[in-house]
């Protein structure tokens, strides 16, 4: 794996217009530390008296840039830490949007620019679609293939550690969990398994249900935002 000097890094980034901040070490440090990028490779000099050398991957230089632009649209670190579950709604509202079905895209303007937790439920449907379903063979259908879509979610989750791609790692274990946890708590209740239902459903609603509704609200508030913009422009114009 190629890799690049903490110190040529940040002339790197310099070069492109990257700013960060009066301290970039403690910036990159930072985001090290959050999980944004990898964790430095620290290499101690030939004389005890010389600092370490630092390093990181070649492609942290792209992944710098990527946080400095997602930071520049309004996202604070702990959002751009959770940009996957941003990604899945978003990755949502656009398979909605690529339908052309006038009354989905109705309803979809209609729930963007609500603010109510509606587009949060729309979003969980899958879910509620597992646990109403009575029919035996419709269920087994839909168990089987959420178990598979965990499982094939975790396989990627797995690939982008190993490339070091955190966000991609964590959007893909996010759908592994989401699967998982509507598979788990449809089979706890059918069993009546009560404290796999209560683990499936805390997992679910921590880990899903949360960062879903947290991105919700960040993609409406967008919205309700560049609508105003919008008409305030029709309203200013002659």
Same mark, same amino acid.
Do not use: W
């Given at each position: 794996?190629?890799?690049?000097?903490?110190?040529?890094?940040?002339?790197?980034?310099?070069?492109?217009?990257?700013? /960060?901040?009066?301290?970039?070490?403690?910036?990159?440090?930072?985001?090290?530390?959050?999980?944004?990028?990898?964790?430095? &490779?620290?290499?101690?000099?030939?004389?005890?008296?010389?600092?370490?050398?630092?390093?990181?991957?070649?492609?942290?230089?792209?992944?710098?840039?990527?946080?400095?632009?997602?930071?520049?649209?309004?996202?604070?670190?702990?959002?751009?830490?959770?940009?996957?579950? /941003?990604?899945?709604?978003?990755?949502?509202?656009?398979?909605?949007?690529?339908?052309?079905?006038?009354?989905?895209?109705?309803?979809?303007?209609?729930?963007?620019?609500?603010?109510?937790?509606?587009?949060?439920?729309?979003?969980?449907?899958?879910?509620?679609?597992?646990?109403?379903?009575?029919?035996?063979?419709?269920?087994?259908?839909?168990?089987?293939?959420?178990?598979?879509?965990?499982?094939?979610?975790?396989?990627?989750? &797995?690939?982008?550690?190993?490339?070091?791609?955190?966000?991609?790692?964590?959007?893909?274990?996010?759908?592994? /969990?989401?699967?998982?946890?509507?598979?788990?708590?449809?089979?706890?209740?059918?069993?009546?398994?009560?404290?796999?239902?209560?683990?499936?459903?805390?997992?679910?609603? %921590?880990?899903?249900?949360?960062?879903?509704?947290?991105?919700?609200?960040?993609?409406?508030?967008?919205?309700? &935002?560049?609508?105003?913009?919008?008409?305030?422009?029709? %309203?200013?114009?002659?």
């Amino acid at each position: 794996m190629k890799t690049i000097t903490l110190h040529d890094l940040i002339i790197k980034l310099k070069n492109k217009k990257i700013r /960060l901040g009066p301290d970039p070490k403690a910036t990159v440090s930072l985001y090290s530390a959050l999980g944004l990028l990898p964790p430095p &490779n620290i290499k101690a000099g030939p004389d005890s008296n010389l600092q370490p050398e630092i390093s990181y991957p070649l492609d942290t230089i792209d992944k710098i840039i990527e946080i400095e632009q997602l930071k520049s649209k309004g996202l604070d670190l702990e959002e751009i830490r959770d940009s996957y579950a /941003l990604d899945y709604v978003s990755d949502y509202i656009n398979d909605i949007l690529a339908t052309k079905d006038k009354a989905k895209l109705k309803q979809l303007a209609q729930l963007l620019a609500q603010d109510s937790g509606q587009l949060s439920s729309v979003l969980e449907a899958p879910l509620i679609k597992v646990i109403e379903t009575n029919s035996p063979k419709e269920l087994s259908k839909l168990l089987s293939r959420f178990a598979g879509q965990s499982f094939y979610s975790l396989l990627e989750s &797995n690939k982008s550690l190993e490339e070091y791609n955190v966000n991609e790692a964590k959007k893909s274990l996010f759908r592994s /969990l989401f699967y998982l946890s509507v598979v788990c708590l449809k089979l706890a209740r059918k069993s009546k398994d009560k404290a796999l239902e209560d683990s499936a459903f805390e997992t679910y609603d %921590k880990m899903v249900v949360g960062p879903i509704e947290k991105a919700t609200k960040k993609v409406q508030e967008e919205f309700r &935002n560049s609508l105003n913009n919008y008409m305030k422009t029709r %309203k200013s114009s002659p």
